[in-house]
């Protein structure tokens, strides 16, 4: 089947519409139980939680630099994520508007002919990664929310030749891809972002084959977070706020059916590396959703090993 380009605007109506139907689904959801509740924010609004997520990436979208640079002391940074050959191979403007906090095609196992979905692509810097391990018979399609890094990834795509690679307008709580249509599923630092992180984890086993493969790069909470982080808009969308434990984040791919789950490795962030998103005095960050909405935290909190990036494997039956 051959590509549809669609115009944001048409995509966005058609998104919309599946959200309405999706939603009504989800309050009849029979996975509502105690676990949802501890894998979902009870303490901050749905809709909020997606305006921040989406005003944060949405300015990211439209600036040219990101974490993504040599940077070591960040949560996030090409230069300790990727090798040197990728990111070389990586079209600058992917690069560019990557905020990830881990490589997990390195552990994805992709083979010629697969096809890999990328859940939270943004730029697409996994996506093209992607598409060059699966080859012109395979396929890498990237679904992201916010319509200003699809219009960006398309274009990146358009201009240095990918044509085996695919972007979708929606969300990852409602993957728009038929049941059993991907062989491997990857994420980098996005499920954390989601309020509904077991609805995430259904829609992935959902679209997986059998024996199809999920890898993940994302944000684990080690302790409790300070009060003033968890509720705070920007903290949620900077990746840290939304975090939940290892407990919960593994519970929620075996409530969603994955077997042989396995955590490849963790980075357990220093007190700099936390500084770097969640500074203790007033002051703007780099990548800061708009509203003057900053991260705060008292003087003298001890940011040190609350929270850690994971890469984690786990298979379909």
């Known amino acids: 089947m051959g590509l549809v380009w669609l115009t944001i605007a048409h995509m966005e109506g058609i998104y919309r519409m599946n959200e309405l139907v999706c939603m009504v689904i989800t309050e009849v959801s029979p996975l509502s139980n105690d676990h949802e509740k501890r894998v979902k924010s009870e303490d901050v609004e749905e809709s909020q939680i997606r305006e921040a997520v989406r005003k944060r990436y949405r300015a990211l979208a439209e600036q040219e630099t990101s974490c993504c640079g040599p940077k070591v002391n960040t949560m996030c940074g090409c230069s300790t994520i990727y090798s040197d050959s990728d990111v070389a191979s990586l079209p600058s403007d992917a690069a560019a508007v990557s905020a990830g906090c881990g490589n997990p095609t390195a552990i994805a196992d992709l083979k010629s002919g697969m096809t890999v979905v990328d859940l939270g692509s943004g730029g697409g810097i996994d996506v093209f990664l992607s598409a060059k391990k699966v080859g012109p018979t ?7 929310a916010t319509p200003e890094m699809i219009v960006r990834a398309r274009r990146t795509a358009k201009e240095n030749g990918f044509d085996n690679v695919e972007f979708r307008l ?32 259904n829609e992935a086993f959902r679209i997986l084959k059998p024996g199809g493969r999920l890898a993940v790069s994302d944000i684990i909470l080690l302790r409790e977070l300070p009060d003033e982080l968890k509720t705070n808009l920007a903290a949620w969308s900077s990746c840290v706020s939304g975090a939940v434990s290892e407990e919960d984040y593994i519970g929620g791919m075996k409530l969603a ?7 490849q490795d963790k980075v357990i962030y220093t007190y700099e590396q936390m500084r770097a998103y969640v ?18 935290v008292s003087q003298g909190t001890d940011l040190s090993n609350m929270i850690a990036s994971y890469r984690i494997i786990a298979e379909k039956p």
């Open 138 to 144: 395979g396929r890498a399609i990237g679904i992201d």
């Open 170 to 201: 929606g969300e990852i709580e409602h993957i728009p891809l038929q049941d059993s249509s991907a062989d491997v599923v990857i994420s980098n630092c996005v499920i954390n972002l989601s309020p509904f992180k077991q609805q995430v984890f």
């Open 257 to 263: 059916g994955f077997v042989n789950i396995k955590v």
């Open 279 to 296: 500074p203790d005095v007033q002051t703007s960050l780099s990548l800061a959703p708009p509203d003057n909405n900053i991260i705060k």
